[in-house]
């Protein structure tokens, strides 16, 4: 009975039913496709280089600033991307898509699930192609095992953020005002998360308002698991514990809203 | 329709929102098989009702029955055995049909031979074999109707929920789906639910049509019996010249003739019965020395038992903003 009961909440088909839909609606529009990767190709290339041309980070001696900003440029990808894709359940709302998921009999933590993994996944591998680029442009990355550790950490930034976006959507209800409402919201946080300045030189105000940002933690795990130990700010355990925490936190209360969203 | 289990029981079921009661306690019951329509202009809570059989919306107060399974307590029950068609488009434009159809049948728990087989019965039975590989945004709002229509009825349900189907379709596609349904109906014993503000969509489809209005079923009964109640049907003839004596003044004498008027060169009776009246008159004429060159039968249009029982036609909906702004989302395929 027991088992039936958790079989009803996890569903794997209708589980891998949504989060294929979700790549396949990606793939399908190949203006978000080649825009996914191009926003942080314009940061890399217009911000990375001349930076890295003009100055050295006083705090970090001998780290280039291209190697200090790919990080943060992948952590970007995650924000919006996982943002994106928790709020994105607006649009199924507004085009009826939502009342066909939400008829089904299936649960709505096996619905979210399914859709909030392929999010995660589209934006891994924008991630990817992303650590790829700035590869290309000559960024040294630390090795295999950090990779791997910056996958984890990858995974845990992006379901934080869809937990966050859904918060958001259950909360907006409908369309009005999204736009403005996710810029005021996704781009304080991007610039405030030590995406482009070392946290550890700010002065105490500023690195107190960064120390509460989910997103630094983020970008300083990517930083310490990509480039180097030295260039993080805080250990990595305790990014890990962090994201950690905040992603059971920001995930279950993302579930917790959509599954008293009205089906229109 | 006698003979057969009702699959849909609903006893007194009520849905207020704020203060506003938008279903007020209905009772009835739908046997299986049947085509069973609410009709009803825009707001009278034909649409509330159905999402609450669908299980979309949770009463107020009352209870419903749907297949056996109480659409409070037994949720998924209810939602395994029932299609649904909405009224608002609930399809992924930027997916195909089929795709959509695939989708739909794995979120019902079919395996994948039944999937397959089940894909091809529905696309070949509403004639969608040749677009099932076109996205949805390419195809027009007709087959777009069509698909859904198809989707809801791929889980092969005991209920098909249609709710207002052919709207904002042309004519052309209107009657076409009508056919479908009818189809679905007739040779798959597909139990049909459907809302509609169209007079003749309720008359051509329905086996019984509930009327409702402001939350209330104010009459429920056959589109013919409905029709009656409103009063006679209406038979006009010309009568031929050389007849003698003044027909009108004989055919007053007929029992079931009610009323005899004269109007631009045409008799009308008001007459009790149907069709059949027509031999006997023709019958009595001819005993009568009447000669009739012509003749119409008028039954009265479901318009009119509206009218009667609500006490004004159907209310077309104005456009407000939002529904424009909706529409116009929609034709532009909601990008995101």
Same mark, same amino acid.
């Given at each position: 009975m027991r088992a039936l009961e958790m079989q009803r909440i996890i569903d794997p088909?209708?589980?891998?039913?949504?989060?294929?839909r979700e790549l396949k609606r990606f793939w399908r529009v190949k203006a978000r496709v080649? &825009?996914?990767?191009? %926003?942080? +190709? $314009? /940061?890399?290339?217009?911000?990375?280089?001349?930076?890295?041309?003009?100055?050295?980070?006083?705090?970090?001696?001998?780290?280039?600033?291209?190697?200090?900003?790919?990080? &943060?440029?992948?952590? %970007?990808? +995650? $924000? /919006?991307?996982?943002?994106?894709?928790?709020a994105s359940v607006i649009w199924d709302k507004e085009f009826g898509f939502l009342k066909e998921v939400l008829v089904a009999p299936v649960s709505r933590f096996s619905v979210i699930l399914g859709r909030s993994l392929g999010g995660i996944t589209i934006a891994t591998i924008q991630a990817l192609v992303i650590i790829g680029i700035a590869v290309a442009m000559g960024v040294e990355l630390s090795g295999p095992s950090g990779l791997f550790l910056a996958l984890l950490i990858m995974i845990l930034t992006c379901a934080i953020f869809t937990g966050f976006g859904l918060i958001i959507a259950a909360k907006l209800g409908n369309m009005e005002g999204f736009v403005a409402i996710m810029n005021l919201i996704v781009f304080p946080i991007f610039f405030l998360s030590g995406a482009f300045f070392p946290v550890q030189s700010m002065p105490a105000w500023l690195r107190y308002i960064m120390h509460i940002n989910p997103l630094t933690y983020g970008v300083d795990g990517l930083r310490a698991t990509l480039i180097g130990a030295h260039v993080a700010a805080f250990p990595l355990w305790l990014d890990f514990t962090v994201l950690v925490i905040l992603c059971l936190a920001l995930a279950t209360s993302g579930a917790y809203f959509f599954s008293k969203m009205e089906a229109d | 329709m006698k003979n057969r289990n009702n699959v849909i029981e609903i006893e007194s079921l009520t849905k207020e929102f704020d203060g506003l009661v938008a279903v007020d306690h209905i009772s009835l019951s739908v046997k299986e098989g049947e085509v069973f329509g609410f009709l009803g202009p825009n707001g009278a809570g034909?649409?509330?009702?159905?999402?609450?059989?669908?299980?979309i919306l949770t009463p107020t107060s009352g209870s419903a029955k749907v297949c056996g399974y109480d659409i409070i307590r037994q949720r998924d029950k209810v939602r395994e055995c029932i299609g649904i068609v909405f009224q608002d488009r609930a399809i992924d434009t930027f997916l195909t049909g089929k795709e959509n159809l695939d989708f739909h049948a794995r979120m019902y728990h079919l395996d994948r031979s039944t999937r397959e087989r089940r894909i091809t019965e529905v696309l070949d039975l509403l004639d969608l074999r040749g677009k099932e590989k076109?996205?949805?945004?390419?195809?027009?709002?007709?087959t777009q109707r069509r698909f859904e229509v198809a989707r809801g009825f791929l889980n092969h349900p005991r209920v098909l929920f249609l709710d207002e189907p052919t709207l904002g379709l042309d004519v052309q596609s209107r009657r076409n789906l009508w056919d479908y349904i009818k189809l679905l109906n007739e040779k798959e014993g597909v139990t049909i639910i459907l809302t509609t503000h169209y007079m003749e969509e309720a008359d051509y489809l329905c086996h019984r049509v509930a009327i409702i209005d402001h939350g209330r079923i104010v009459a429920v009964d056959t589109p013919e019996k409905l029709k009656q109640t409103v009063g006679s049907n209406l038979i006009s003839l010309q009568i031929g010249e050389g007849s003698s004596g003044s027909p009108a003044d004989f055919l007053k004498h007929i029992s079931w003739v009610k009323k005899v008027e004269a109007r631009d060169g045409w008799l009308e009776l008001s007459v009790e019965g149907g069709e059949e009246r027509i031999p006997e008159l023709i019958n009595f004429a001819d005993s009568h020395g009447l000669v009739i060159s012509a003749i119409k039968f008028y039954e009265p249009s479901l318009e009119d038992?509206?009218?009667?029982?609500?006490?004004?036609?159907?209310?077309?909906?104005?456009?407000?903003l939002k529904e424009l702004w909706k529409s116009w989302m929609r034709r532009t395929g909601g990008k995101r």
């Open positions: 088909l209708p589980i891998y039913t949504m989060w294929l080649v &825009g996914s990767i191009l %926003m942080p +190709l $314009l /940061f890399l290339v217009f911000l990375g280089l001349p930076m890295s041309f003009a100055s050295r980070i006083p705090s970090l001696e001998g780290v280039g600033y291209l190697d200090f900003l790919a990080p &943060g440029i992948v952590a %970007m990808t +995650l $924000l /919006f991307g996982g943002t994106m894709s928790g | 034909k649409t509330t009702a159905v999402k609450m059989l669908c299980t076109m996205k949805i945004s390419e195809c027009s709002a007709g038992t509206f009218l009667h029982y609500t006490g004004k036609t159907i209310r077309e909906e104005e456009g407000s």
